[in-house]
């Protein structure tokens, strides 16, 4: 079985202050993960996607995330926040084995005060 | 590259009435197509996998007659909602993938269905 966990529903950050957003996986097997950002009434955007290469893994817009084996993690990351990081954001695994299917956590609501 | 679509971005109708709604891969082969749903402040919940030229796969609590899912060729893919209620108001949100494109799905930017 698998699942992802994202432990923060709310984080509410200053503008130009780090963000962390943190997410757990348990898969049996090498997982594919992913980070997608959802803007109100938007569909999904991919931030950055881990495919068992390197275990830090740079995305869009000053977004990383790294690979922790050791602590199945995969949790979010921005230096600085800018006001238009306010967005819910999604850490979502993908096992080949089941078509590709993909298995969304329930979502982060960033708050970017000013 | 890899664009989705989705028509229409919104829609409202009455109860008991169908509404049908496309999801068109723009520039590649979209050789197998999801829909998900998702709740106001909910996560996305997978609805049915289907691949071009055969019937689609639904989740478990997925009413296969209620949804009604068509993937005719390798760019469109139609969902359709039948005898719709209010409780089947939500976003809907299609992704595409193919073959040649390392598994990745590539998501529309989802339909907005209110039932009346």
């Known amino acids: 079985a698998q699942s992802v966990t994202q432990l923060d529903s709310h984080v509410s950050v200053s503008e130009g202050t780090p963000v962390l957003l943190r997410c757990n996986y348990s898969?049996?097997?090498?997982?594919?993960l992913f980070w997608y950002v959802q803007h109100p009434n938007k569909g999904l955007q991919l931030l950055l996607k881990?495919?068992?290469?390197?275990?830090l893994v740079k995305g869009i817009n000053g977004f990383e995330a790294e690979f922790k084996k050791s602590e199945t993690s995969f949790h979010l990351t921005k230096p600085s926040a800018h006001m238009s990081d306010a967005a819910e954001y999604f850490c979502?695994?993908?096992?080949?084995?089941?078509?590709?299917?993909?298995?969304f956590g329930a979502g982060t609501i960033l708050r970017v005060k000013s | 590259g890899a664009v989705v679509s989705q028509h229409p971005s919104w829609v409202i109708c009455k109860s008991g009435t169908s509404v049908k709604i496309e999801c068109r891969s723009l520039?590649?082969?979209?050789?197998?197509m999801f829909w998900y749903r998702q709740f106001p402040k909910q996560s996305l919940m997978l609805m049915a996998t289907?691949?071009?030229?055969?019937?689609?796969?639904?989740e478990q609590g997925v009413e296969k007659d209620k949804f009604l899912i068509n993937h005719a060729s390798l760019t469109l893919s139609t969902l359709t909602v039948t005898s719709a209620h209010p409780e089947d108001s939500s976003f809907y949100i299609c992704?595409?993938?193919?073959?040649?494109?390392?598994?990745?799905?590539?998501f529309g930017p989802g339909t907005r269905l209110t039932v009346t």
């Open positions: 289907s691949n071009e030229g055969s019937k689609a796969t639904y």
């Open positions: 520039d590649f082969q979209a050789t197998t």
């Open positions: 898969s049996s097997y090498s997982p594919s």
């Open positions: 881990y495919t068992s290469a390197a275990t």
């Open positions: 979502v695994v993908r096992r080949r084995e089941y078509g590709n299917k993909l298995v």
């Open positions: 992704s595409a993938t193919s073959s040649g494109r390392t598994g990745e799905q590539y």
